[in-house]
């Protein structure tokens, strides 16, 4: 009876330790489709591959996994919405490797998550991605074309980067208006922002869609709950995955891919988000 118990009570520790190890290290592809009359017929069925938070997380040697898996969506373009690093661990190799390997499959545009900032190592951290080739958008936009049509990818720093506490909304709407300047309009936007829980910022400035990160899906989802903490959310949080809708604006938040103050996940495994956009003047 006792050698039956001991048995069940390794089985279970083997079943725990394997339930969080793919919680976890498991990566998850979530495939979304954003369709708009905005959204010129040239970048119809266009590619995003949108990924967030890496927290200079290791998937396989040279990142392998995630590269693989990444690859294989053949984006025509890959946006990285912050927190490529972890402020309270030493090191950025994880984070430069990925992003070497993903410059080999399509243009990588990134923006800063609070981590960076946080780190105090950002300005050498900006030079070496700049020497990886990865665009760096600091509160600056860029134009996106194929063929004869275009569209606006705008990106921001995150408000950490200013020293002064709780004015991360006017530090935000600062750096959007800075973003914006000389951006014909009536193009589609699509901005760059670490911070979901400013949808109601981004939208009162009409972006047709934004890519956030920073929740970490809530870290702990619940089925019908969804996720149970968030920073700047704290519980019950609103913005931690998924798409969401405000006026004209579409939020895509993604669930990231490391941890961070919190070391595990639980039904939260690690996301790439596959966007494809659809003109709607297309169908």
Do not use: C
Request: proline share 4%; charged share 20%; net charge neutral.
């Amino acid at each position: 009876m006792l050698k039956k118990k001991f048995l069940f009570i390794v089985a279970l520790l083997v079943a725990f330790v394997l339930f969080f190890y793919i919680q976890n290290n498991s990566i998850t592809t979530t495939h979304t489709t954003i369709t708009s009359t905005n959204i010129p017929v040239n970048f119809d069925q266009y590619k995003i591959v949108h990924l967030s938070d890496l927290h200079n997380k290791n998937f396989g040697n040279n990142q392998r996994i995630l590269v693989r898996k990444v690859s294989k969506l053949r984006p025509d373009v890959i946006v990285f919405t912050g927190d490529l690093i972890d402020s309270k661990r030493k090191g950025e190799e994880a984070s430069l490797i990925l992003m070497r390997e993903l410059v080999q499959i399509a243009p990588v545009y990134y923006v800063s998550g609070n981590h960076e900032w946080w780190a105090g190592t950002f300005s050498s951290l900006e030079s070496l991605l700049h020497d990886i080739g990865v665009q760096v958008m600091r509160n600056t936009n860029e134009v996106l074309t194929k063929g004869n049509d275009k569209i606006h990818i705008i990106g921001i720093d995150d408000p950490a980067h200013s020293n002064e506490r709780g004015i991360e909304q006017d530090t935000t709407k600062e750096d959007i208006v800075k973003s914006i300047k000389g951006m014909e309009e009536g193009n589609f936007a699509m901005l760059l922002s670490h911070r979901p829980d400013m949808l109601s910022l981004y939208a009162e400035y009409e972006f047709d869609m934004v890519f956030s990160g920073h929740a970490h899906g809530g870290q702990f989802r619940l089925p019908f709950i969804g996720g149970l903490i968030a920073p700047n959310q704290g519980f019950l949080p609103n913005y931690t995955a998924g798409k969401h809708l405000l006026g004209q604006t579409t939020m895509v938040v993604s669930r990231g891919l490391g941890n961070s103050i919190i070391p595990l996940r639980v039904f939260n495994r690690p996301e790439i988000v596959a966007v494809t956009l659809e003109s709607a003047d297309s169908n």
